[in-house]
T-cell receptor, first 112, second 111 residues
Framework: NAGVTQTPKFRVLKTGQSMTLLCAQD?????MYWYRQDPGMGLRLIHY???????AKGEVPDGYNVSRLKKQNFLLGLESAAPSQTSVYFC???????????FGDGTRLSIL | TQLLEQSPQFLSIQEGENLTVYCNSS?????LQWYRQEPGEGPVLLVT?????EVKKLKRLTFQFGDARKDSSLHITAAQPGDTGLYLC???????????FGQGTTLQVKP
């Protein structure tokens, strides 16, 4: 069972470049989430989706966009990368209403 | 803003010692979850507590949910090097579907 798969695992960008982080889940979960993890700050929610075709803002949405065109995929985009977006990004999925979340192994992103 | 405060943030102990990690909030949560994260991996769920006063045991780990559902604790008995990792508590306020995470407790158990 693959669970939640994130690609790529590592990436280095220059300031101003754009990229898309991919997340795929094979558990038929309705909810999907994108978090960023920074030292001493736990996991902070960027955007989330409660179903195919729907997205919503989380705690720290600025500078990011998302799309959920298919139930199993959730994409996170950075249109113009900034050094402040250097972080480890985690995708997660779950059944609704606060159910346990299943996480991918993260994407380590560095913006120079 | 609903916050979850974890303490301590860092803990370094010798193998065989006991420890307790705390997760506190001023808000009521419908449930609290504990996750463990190892370097280079995503968090993995350890347990969910849903009832005020609930105690759950997972081998040497004991989880408790406060009576008022505002706080939780994780107690590890006779810690082992394999317990080393980042422990995160997360709460689901008012069945919103979103989780709020504490800042985490980094545990190091030395052999």
């Amino acid at each position: 069972n693959a669970g939640v798969t994130q690609t790529p695992k590592f990436r280095v960008l220059k300031t101003g470049q754009s990229m898309t982080l991919l997340c795929a889940q094979d558990m038929n979960h309705e909810y999907m989430y994108w978090y960023r993890q920074d030292p001493g700050m736990g996991l902070r929610l960027i955007h989330y989706s409660v179903g195919e075709g729907t997205t919503a803002k989380g705690e720290v949405p600025d500078g990011y966009n998302v799309s959920r065109l298919k139930k199993q995929n959730f994409l996170l985009g950075l249109e113009s990368a900034a050094p402040s977006q250097t972080s480890v990004y985690f995708c997660a999925s779950s059944y609704p209403i606060g159910q346990p979340q299943h996480f991918g192994d993260g994407t380590r992103l560095s913006i120079l | 803003t609903q916050l979850l405060e974890q303490s301590p943030q860092f803990l370094s102990i010798q193998e065989g010692e006991n420890l307790t990690v705390y997760c506190n909030s001023s808000s009521v949560f419908s449930s609290l979850q504990w996750y463990r994260q190892e370097p280079g991996e995503g968090p993995v769920l350890l347990v969910t507590v849903v009832t005020g006063g609930e105690v759950k045991k997972l081998k040497r780990l004991t989880f408790q949910f406060g009576d008022a559902r505002k706080d939780s604790s994780l107690h590890i008995t006779a810690a082992q090097p394999g317990d080393t990792g980042l422990y995160l508590c997360a709460g689901a306020p008012s069945n919103t579907g979103k989780l709020i995470f504490g800042q985490g407790t980094t545990l190091q158990v030395k052999p």
